[in-house]
């Protein structure tokens, strides 16, 4: 069975410029997080979908970040413009229902901004 | 504010010997407890979980304690090998209705031969 697969890998782009991390779950998963994590730091919640809806953006900085899930399967988070201080992994992961569930991550968009 | 505390950045342990990784949480709300492994470059990889409920739960080498008093809780490994080096992150859910997990920073084990 096929895990969580998230592109790209890695992706550095200039400071303003737009980009976009794409996360397809592993099947049958209805719920999909985004999590961020920074250099030394445990992964942080940006946000939750059950299904195609977005139920916790509440972490989700909204002037610059956004996510969707249209069909309630893959899902893309974009950042525009990006800042230097958006450098860091893009986490994607799934679960079977929310809390008390095992979460399944991805191996993460390393973003570098410069 | 840390919901969820790992208070070692690293620990060094020998081959064969026992590891202990700690982990303090300070809201009572949580049910859910996991424990995850990184290695470089990876995204975290499912280790093992224990729910409120229970004060232990084994699996081969690794077994994690919950004591729901201390609101603590550990992970231990034996015996240690060497491909057990990695970052462990620890986690809970179940905060007051806050679906999705609250991670720690982190403790990097190093498995020393």
């Known amino acids: 069975e096929a895990g969580v697969v998230q592109s790209p890998r890695y992706k550095i782009i200039e400071k303003k410029q737009p980009v976009a991390f794409w996360c397809n779950p592993i099947s049958g998963h209805n719920t999909l997080y985004w999590y961020l994590q920074n250099l030394g730091q445990g992964p942080e919640l940006l946000i939750r979908y059950e299904n195609e809806e977005a139920v916790d953006d509440s972490q989700l900085p909204k002037d610059r970040f956004s996510a969707e899930r249209l069909k309630g399967v893959d899902s893309t988070l974009k950042i525009q413009p990006a800042e230097l201080g958006d450098s860091a992994v893009y986490l994607c992961?799934?679960?079977?229902?929310?809390?008390?569930?095992?979460?399944?991550f991805g191996e993460g968009s390393w973003l570098t901004v410069v | 504010d840390q919901q969820v505390k790992q208070n070692s950045p690293s620990l060094s342990v020998q081959e064969g010997r026992i590891s202990i990784l700690n982990c303090d949480y300070t809201?009572?709300?949580?049910?859910?407890f996991l424990w995850y492994k990184k290695y470089p470059a990876e995204g975290p990889t499912f280790l093992i979980s224990i729910s409120s409920i229970k004060d232990k739960n084994e699996d081969g080498r690794f077994t994690v304690f919950l004591n729901k008093s201390a609101k603590h809780l550990s992970l231990h490994i034996v015996p240690s090998q060497p491909g057990d080096s990695a970052v462990y992150f620890c986690a809970a859910s179940g905060g007051g209705g806050a679906d999705g997990l609250t991670f720690g920073k982190g403790t990097h084990l190093i498995i020393q031969p």
């Open positions: 809201n009572s709300m949580f049910d859910y």
């Open positions: 992961a799934s679960s079977l229902g929310h809390s008390g569930n095992t979460i399944y």
